[in-house]
């Protein structure tokens, strides 16, 4: 029998890098600083989640302009949406474990 | 301990992201409650001048084609009726603003977010359809129309908000959609309708949504 615990994802042992995963998938996309009001973390906090998850090409980001101020978004990409469902399969799992 | 709540704390967390992110859940049942409150205010007011009226003229005459034609009178009231439901509407949308606006700053969502707008445009397309038709009523005469139409366009209005909101208020619209249907054959009765639709229903909803949501949070 396999431990579902194996199948957690390490990336998403932090709250924020969950949250941040969480609040992707039920919007097409989502700018910087709406993602940080939510998820109440600072710019380099949010800077640096946003950064391992692109890195594990999670999220893609879109770097436009709103007149001269940047304006950033992210979207989840189909790694992101699975990786994240395989995730919460695993949780799904541990809980009906314990019980 | 902690290593076997992790998972559901996790699954707790997701669930709490994705809803804040996606839907405006800043909505007070108190809210609901004042909303209530002044609609059934209004709807007294209403029914003290209607029957004031009654007692000193008949409302209606019959012209010589047998056709039911309005006394001159009648348009007063009329336009007394217009400016109750005006100050109605303006009393209930103000105290059900500021009950909302305190609850968006005790869970720190902002009021004017990217749910936010997403609700009051889902909310106000439908009402504004609804509103016009309405008018339009009023013109050709179609009194009795407008306490179940108003009904049922604001239900309609509820049951799109649902997805961008708290769920449960897609009931609240249910129940005002059947009621105005129930009216269209009870003509005669608009203004009780009136009073239990946009009355009772949302002091009731108010009630359960504040003790589902709202008290909950308040003992923590």
Redesign the interface.
């Known amino acids: 029998m396999n431990n579902p615990i194996e199948n957690l994802n390490k990336i998403f042992d932090s709250r924020v890098r969950l949250g941040i995963m969480s609040t992707l998938m039920v919007n097409d996309e989502i700018n910087f600083n709406d993602l940080k009001q939510l998820i109440d973390v600072t710019d380099g906090n949010l800077a640096s989640h946003m950064k391992s998850l692109e890195d594990s090409s999670y999220v893609k980001v879109n770097k436009g302009f709103i007149g001269r101020k940047t304006n950033t978004t992210y979207a989840v990409t189909k790694a992101g949406q699975k990786a994240f469902q395989q995730h919460v399969a695993a949780l799904e799992q541990m809980i009906k474990n314990i019980k | 301990m902690d290593y076997?709540n992790q998972?559901?704390e996790?699954?707790r967390?997701?669930?709490n992201?994705?809803e804040?992110?996606?839907r405006f859940i800043s909505l007070s049942g108190l809210s609901g409650i004042s909303a209530g409150l002044c609609a059934l205010a209004g709807a007294w007011l209403a029914h003290s001048k209607i029957s004031l009226y009654n007692f000193e003229h008949s409302t209606l005459f019959n012209d010589d084609r047998g056709t039911y034609v309005f006394k001159d009178g009648v348009y007063l009231l009329i336009n007394q009726l217009l400016l109750i439901a005006a100050l109605t509407f303006t009393a209930a949308f103000v105290t059900s603003f500021v009950f909302t606006y305190l609850r968006s700053k005790k869970t720190?969502i902002?009021l004017w977010?990217?749910a936010s707008i997403r609700l009051f445009w889902n909310t106000v397309i439908p009402l504004v359809a609804g509103g016009v038709f309405l008018l339009k009523c009023l013109q050709l005469g179609g009194y009795e129309l407008i306490a179940p139409g108003s009904l049922i366009f604001y239900g309609l209005a509820l049951i799109n908000a649902s997805k961008y909101t708290l769920g449960e208020i897609r009931y609240l619209g249910y129940c005002q959609v059947i009621l105005g249907i129930i009216n269209l054959w009870m003509t005669g009765y608009g203004l009780y309708f009136w009073a239990a639709g946009f009355g009772l229903l949302h002091i009731i909803y108010g009630i359960l949504m504040w003790v589902k949501y709202e008290r909950v949070i308040n003992n923590e």
């Open positions: 076997q998972p559901l996790d699954i967390h997701i669930k992201m994705m804040r992110s996606s720190g902002p977010g990217k």
